[in-house]
């Protein structure tokens, strides 16, 4: 079945270092892909999509591309802030979200 | 606009004792989601309604979780008995469906089964 692989934390990093979290995926098809974020304490919610095939989804200044050929939808950004420390998951959408298991990233000042 | 909202926040009961969460979605959202999410894990599925209808609840623990989402609008996740293992955060959330459709997410409900 589909099913999706992220790389596993945590991700400690300094602020202003650059930002790579991996995420692989195994779909018949090829299904929209999606970011979610969860700060402390908050809900899940979208940080970024992409709908097709090198597709670059971005927001807040992360971004991912829609990679056929690897089956994959990295998350980048160039310049952590403290403010970006969060679960990130990745997830494709079927007949519901089926997400990974979340990175933790932790940015200190 | 309201979001997704949950209830309780938190919930601590003993094991074999019953439980309930309340979601009421986005309004106008036709398409309903409960998810569990285990400590250091990823949200998983337990049922999709499209409106009134569970239309994938194969993920459901059936022996012990129940859902219904009368009305097609407010729905409701029962655990009858609770055991220690459903100790988890309950994740509702709703969608205007469609595949391309974002899921917007409740804060979730944490139970805490002793």
């Known amino acids: 079945g589909d099913s999706v692989t992220q790389m596993e934390g945590p991700v400690t990093l300094s602020e202003e270092a650059f930002l790579t979290i991996n995420c692989t995926y195994t779909?018949?098809?090829?299904?929209?892909l999606f970011w979610y974020v969860q700060y402390p304490g908050e809900g899940l919610q979208l940080l970024l999509k992409a709908t097709k095939a090198d597709d670059k989804g971005s927001n807040k200044g992360f971004e991912a591309t829609y990679r056929k050929e690897t089956t994959s939808f990295h998350l980048e950004k160039g310049s952590v802030q403290v403010s970006d420390s969060a679960v990130y998951f990745c997830?494709?959408?079927?007949?519901?979200?089926?997400f990974g298991k979340g990175t933790t990233l932790s940015v200190s000042s | 606009e309201a979001g997704v909202v949950q209830s309780p926040r938190y919930k601590i009961i003993e094991k074999k004792q019953p439980v309930a969460f309340w979601c009421n979605p986005i309004s106008g959202h036709n398409t309903l989601y409960w998810y569990l999410q285990n400590l250091g894990q990823g949200p998983e599925l337990l049922i999709r309604?499209?409106?009134?209808?569970?239309?994938?609840d194969s993920q459901l623990p059936k022996d012990r979780f129940s859902a219904e989402r009368l009305k097609g609008v407010d729905s409701t996740l029962k655990i009858q008995p609770a055991e220690l293992g459903d100790s988890a955060v309950y994740l509702c959330a709703s969608s205007l469906g469609g595949k391309d459709g974002e899921l917007f997410f409740g804060e979730g409900s944490r139970l805490t089964v002793l």
């Open positions: 997830a494709l959408i079927g007949t519901a979200l089926i």
């Open positions: 309604y499209e409106n009134e209808e569970a239309v994938d």
């Open positions: 779909a018949t098809g090829y299904p929209s």
